[in-house]
């Protein structure tokens, strides 16, 4: 495999990526939702890995062209995508920068109990699952007995 000098390295192309929104929940980059797996030059063509969180994804496809459009942006003109679904995406994937980001705007991270330990809002414990469907099929529907507000809690998976 040659790789010219003029290819961007795989940090700065992981960078960029970093930039890219997740379509459903935008305050989470791509990367930080830990969807993409790999990025990798092959010959004169980035190779690019993802895994959605869910086989049946609906957003999949705007994510690869999100993340297309990003990097033609920068410069790169032969993209490959190759859709990986196993191993699965688990949460345990989110970075911790992501979670974090997550409960700034509201949604409850994933937590290994299978429930939120806190209100996103307000911080309180005294928090009640509404309905195990959320606004996507990743979220349940809680709600804080303290402020009262509802918020979404993003699934173990």
Not at 42 to 50: F, I, N
Not at 67 to 87: N, V
Request: charged share 25%; glycine share 6%; hydrophobic share 35%.
């Amino acid at each position: 495999m040659s790789i010219s000098n003029s290819q961007p390295s795989e940090t700065q192309i992981w960078e960029w990526l970093d930039a890219v929104p997740d379509p459903e929940i935008p305050v989470i980059s791509v990367v930080d939702l830990g969807i993409v797996r790999q990025v990798s030059w092959k010959d004169d063509a980035l190779h690019v890995a993802v895994t959605p969180t869910y086989s049946g994804c609906p957003a999949t496809s705007i994510i690869e062209i999100d993340i297309e459009t990003a990097l033609r942006d920068h410069g790169i003109e032969k993209i490959t995508f190759e859709r990986r679904i196993a191993p699965a995406w688990t949460t345990d994937w989110l970075t911790d920068k992501g979670r974090a980001k997550l409960e700034d705007y509201g949604i409850a991270p994933p937590q290994a109990a299978g429930g939120p330990t806190h209100c996103p809002q307000c911080k309180s414990t005294r928090v009640t699952k509404v309905s195990q469907f959320g606004s996507t099929p990743c979220k349940a529907h809680w709600r804080c007995e303290d402020c009262l507000e509802p918020f979404d809690y993003f699934k173990c998976i």
